[in-house]
């Protein structure tokens, strides 16, 4: 490992520059030796980490060479020229980076990280809701295992459910396994949609008192909240939208006050960008995405474990309802 000197911590200084609003000088000098060794490694592996908006700014701007949502990070494993990637984020998206790039080697730097929405269903749950409506489509959303995608028709994300919904031609969809993203969707379209019980416990711990809270504290505040948030949440919100969208909308509003309704390490992420607007952080961690970590990215690199695998009874059905769902974006932009 490099030791700690003047001239390490003079070449990270464009990624402290970053981050020096959420992380103090002494806390970077511990992280300064992982992150150089990291990206030694990345170049002798030919890896790339791709690192979801939840990930820590640590990460988020000292490793990462690609960040972005679970559909951006799903389209990039696809395309991305290198032999390895180091998934930074939750097993779900380790499993679709390998399920649509299988010759690549994919890590995941702690094999524990899970996700409540994932870990709700199971393939057989699906075949059950099949079996209760025979010949009504199903729409997986991606935070769900490679056998759950299997036995679905299209896979969702937070950014294009609607749209997948809507997609299929279909008045009737039973869209699994988040209730209130599936809320959400039914609330945005004709489409009736079938619900499923099932949360993220992150997200669920949101109210829609807690957002007049803000309002009544910081009059003006411009509330954004991501559609796994319960529906008193979202009616109360200025904007909803998965992370990605959440992050471009930022972008385009005046709003000199936000609160991003969604796990906190993002807004530190955000910041970072937007230094002109002032961001009221509640703090809701997923403790999932939490125990990814720059001692456990460089074990993963120097040993190249743990890897994510996918069965061949389910790949082959977990990729043509991942497909299916690229390709109505592909269609869009076409
Ligand atoms: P996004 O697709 O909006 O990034 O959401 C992923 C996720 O796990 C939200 O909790
Ligand atoms: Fe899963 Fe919620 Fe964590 Fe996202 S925030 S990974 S949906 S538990």
Not at 73 to 91: K, P, S, Y
Request: glycine fraction near 6%; include cysteine; charged fraction near 25%.
């Amino acid at each position: 490992m490099p030791e700690v000197t003047p001239a390490l911590l003079e070449s990270l200084r464009p990624a402290y520059e970053k981050v020096r609003h959420v992380i103090p000088e002494v806390e970077w000098a511990v992280h300064a030796p992982y992150i150089a060794r990291i990206n030694e490694l990345k170049k002798e592996r030919n890896a790339v980490i791709l690192a979801h908006n939840y990930q820590t700014p640590d990460i988020f701007y000292g490793v990462a060479d690609i960040t972005g949502d679970s559909l951006g990070l799903a389209r990039d494993a696809a395309e991305v020229d290198a032999d390895v990637i180091v998934q930074c984020g939750v097993h779900f998206m380790a499993e679709t980076s390998k399920i649509l790039a299988p010759e690549k080697t994919v890590l995941l730097p702690d094999m524990d990280a899970g996700c409540s929405l994932a870990e709700g269903i199971t393939g057989a749950d699906v075949r059950l809701l099949k079996e209760r409506y025979p010949g009504v489509p199903v729409v997986v959303y991606v935070n769900t295992s490679a056998e759950v995608k299997a036995e679905a028709d299209i896979c969702c994300t937070s950014s294009n459910a609607v749209e997948i919904v809507e997609s299929l031609g279909s008045d009737r969809v039973i869209f699994a396994p988040d209730k209130y993203l599936g809320q959400w969707v039914a609330s945005q379209t004709d489409v009736e949609v079938i619900l499923y019980e099932g949360s993220c416990e992150v997200h669920e711990r949101f109210t829609g008192e807690e957002i007049e809270t803000y309002r009544r504290q910081h009059p003006g505040v411009y509330v954004l909240a991501h559609p796994e948030c319960p529906q008193d949440v979202l009616k109360a919100a200025d904007y909803v939208g998965s992370t990605g969208h959440m992050i471009k909308h930022l972008e385009e509003t005046t709003a000199k006050q936000v609160v991003m309704i969604t796990e906190c390490s993002m807004s530190d992420n955000v910041s970072a960008e937007h230094p002109e607007k002032d961001f009221i952080r509640p703090c809701n961690l997923c403790p999932h995405m939490q125990r990814i970590t720059l001692p456990k990215i460089l074990e993963a690199l120097e040993n190249m474990a743990p890897e994510v695998t996918v069965p061949d009874t389910v790949i082959a059905g977990a990729r043509d309802s991942l497909q299916r769902m690229l390709d109505v974006g592909r269609k869009k932009a076409a």
